[in-house]
């Protein structure tokens, strides 16, 4: 069952790249005591995601934080030199973490993994944006089509806080 406003996120591992290579990060880690804008993609570099979905997140990203947001942080089943690549290329002024779920176990722990099978893409995420304050959803923004980005985006989540 996909996690819905007013459930607590499931414990599951991340993981992030650092100066010495990847860590783990459990959702405890990312999410316990703050307000995060969580943004999550089917995959780095795809089409939409790369050149729809993130520069709605980083055109928004002062206004998001200036709304009480202590983090911005990007999910997408893919490794964490993947992610680490990604945020190279798109997030120029460090203001997101990007969080690895490379197995989609967080993907799965919340329901909302997608089978993309089809694609070639093997398990991947839903396209979605979500508030997430102490680990409790408060706003969830699931696309209905992954290859849009129409209520998941960085200008819709502003709109909500």
């Not at 993609?41 to 200036?66: E, Q, R």
């Not at 999910?75 to 992610?83: G, R």
């Not at 409790?136 to 806080?161: A, F, I, R, Y």
Request: proline fraction near 4%; aromatic fraction near 6%; include cysteine.
């Amino acid at each position: 069952m996909a996690i819905k406003v007013g459930d607590k996120l499931p414990e599951a591992k991340f993981r992030v790249m650092t100066p010495e290579g990847p860590v783990v990060k459990s959702t405890d880690d990312v999410f316990k005591g703050k307000k995060v804008a969580l943004f999550a993609v089917p995959g780095a570099y795809t089409g939409t995601c790369h050149k729809m979905h993130m520069p709605s997140i980083f055109l928004n990203a002062y206004a998001i934080k200036d709304k009480g947001v202590d983090t911005i942080a990007v999910t997408s089943v893919n490794d964490a030199f993947v992610m680490n690549a990604w945020k190279k290329d798109t997030d120029l002024r460090d203001e997101a973490t990007f969080l690895a779920d490379g197995n989609a176990e967080f993907a799965k722990a919340i329901g909302l993994d997608l089978d993309a099978s089809g694609n070639g893409l093997g398990i991947r995420s839903h396209r979605y944006s979500m508030l997430v304050d102490d680990g409790v959803v408060k706003t969830l923004n699931l696309e209905p089509n992954p290859g849009k980005v129409e209520v998941s985006g960085g200008d819709t989540l502003l709109g909500q806080l």
